[in-house]
């Protein structure tokens, strides 16, 4: 099992290249099939969970080429499967963005249903609602979810919740749906416009994404097209973060300034240096935070997937700081990992009452999730001391070469899979 060990006390220094956006491409990807043209997809991540569902493409029968690390060519004329294993959904959630995409150019298709999952109950109703209202017959049966419509028709729905997810996978099913399609109180997130532009460049008509009111017209083809996804605004915002939390210097490069701005105006409300240039983000930080309150809202609000990583800077700024979970239910299991490296942090139902101290000391902890991984790499850079982290495969889901990124702005990090490695590393920094 891989870990990272860290020796932490080195302030981050340097400009680190962003890559592009994990959950825009895992749509993108699903929605590429829609296609019976090539469809070249570029600037995409190398990164695991974008290689599972590659696999789940395949496996329906779509040619998959991987033509390098960060740039695929998919056709999906070759289709002859329409259901998608438990195997891959299992591994990753975002494999139900076939649903949409088979439904829309197919007519049928056949999903395992996800399950629970480390951050708390993820139901999807709201994407079967957005199917039935479309005509679609949707069943669940044995665990798998069946959706069948004779003719898919547009419609209005509207969305009981904000979700990212229901509102991209109704947008890829409306945009080969017959007529016209309006999604009210749609998610507005940078990666629903990503969607709906790669969507519209393969010739769907999709318009007002980015805003709570989406229309669709359907058609009846979509084209080969050359697309290439947005920067990653969650990847660049943790490097921010550990510019924060390490006293550093990072510039993040590649990136689009409008979709950090939540966690811009909060690094600068606790005390942080930023500049803002045209396609890149200089956060410095010389001297202790000050505490703040957050709560985590739909975008433009300040994202759930930050919110790990702010903690991890809120624990170590001074004062009492609040931070308020409304997105997802399971949000804080990284808390107690945290405490043990000394944090004073008490989480009451979706609140977490901080209180800042002085600094982390190293400790042995384990990653409960993707960014809650992230955001224990980030106290281990900070802290006193020589910190492992485990079950670092859910940070590989979601960053690529993160420990190289790191290590280029100046931090003591190695990838290892023995203690013996960890010992070696141990006498090496000591
Ligand atoms: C996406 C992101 C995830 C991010 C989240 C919120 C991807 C692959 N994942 O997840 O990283 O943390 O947005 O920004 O893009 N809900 C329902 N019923 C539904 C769907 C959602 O009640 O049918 C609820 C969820 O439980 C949650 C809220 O709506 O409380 C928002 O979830 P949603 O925006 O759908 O998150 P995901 O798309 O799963």
């Known amino acids: 099992m891989e870990q990272y060990v860290i020796k932490g006390g080195n302030p ?20 590429a099939i829609m296609s019976d043209e090539t469809v070249t997809i570029d600037n995409l991540p190398d990164v695991n969970d974008i290689n599972v569902l590659l696999d789940a493409i395949a496996g329906i029968g779509a040619v998959v080429e991987r033509v390098d690390a960060h740039t695929v060519r998919i056709n999906g004329s070759t289709v002859s499967c329409f259901s998608v294993d438990y ?37 999807i109703d709201l994407h079967l609602k957005g199917f039935r209202a479309m005509g679609a017959v949707v069943d669940i049966k044995h665990g798998l979810i069946s959706a069948h419509a004779d003719s898919l028709e547009g419609t209005h729905i509207y969305m009981d919740k904000v979700s990212v997810g229901a509102t991209i996978n109704i947008m890829m099913a409306a945009a080969m749906a017959s007529g016209k399609t309006i999604i009210e109180n749609s998610a507005k997130e940078p990666h629903v416009v990503d969607v709906a532009n790669f969507l519209n460049r393969m010739g769907a008509s999709i318009r007002g994404a980015g805003t709570d009111v989406i229309r669709i017209e359907g058609v009846t083809k979509l084209h080969a097209t050359e697309y290439s996804i947005i920067p990653d605004q969650i990847e660049a915002g943790t490097f921010m973060f550990a510019a924060a939390a390490t006293k550093g210097d990072i510039t993040v490069k590649n990136v689009i300034p409008k979709h950090l701005e939540a966690t811009t105006a909060k690094l600068a409300e606790i005390g942080c240096q930023i500049e803002e240039l045209d396609d890149a983000v200089r956060v410095v930080a010389t001297k ?35 931070v308020t979970e409304s997105i997802f239910e399971n949000r804080f299991r990284y808390v107690d990992e945290l405490n043990r490296m000394g944090a004073d942090i008490r989480v009451e139902s979706n609140i977490a009452i901080i209180t800042g101290v002085e600094k982390y000391t190293s400790a042995r902890v384990s990653a409960p999730d993707l960014r809650a991984g992230a955001a224990l790499v980030i106290a281990g850079l900070a802290a006193e001391g020589v910190t492992v982290v485990d079950d670092i495969k859910y940070i590989q889901r979601g ?29 090496r920094v000591s």
């Open 12 to 31: 981050l220094v340097g400009e680190v290249e962003i890559g592009g956006a994990k959950n825009a491409a895992l749509a993108i990807l699903a929605a």
């Open 87 to 123: 195997e891959y959904i299992k591994k990753i959630r975002a494999s139900y963005y076939l649903l949409g995409a088979l439904l829309g150019k197919y007519k049928h298709a056949e999903v395992a249903l996800p399950g629970g999952c480390d951050i708390g109950s993820r139901p």
């Open 288 to 322: 202790r935070l000050s505490h703040t309150s957050i709560t985590t809202l739909p975008y433009p609000g300040f994202p759930t997937d930050m919110q790990p990583q702010m903690t991890v800077v809120l624990a170590l700024s001074e004062g009492t700081s609040i």
């Open 399 to 427: 960053y690529e070469r993160f420990e190289e990124k790191l290590q280029s702005l100046g931090a003591s990090i190695e990838k290892v899979t023995t203690d013996k490695e960890i010992q070696k590393f141990v006498l």
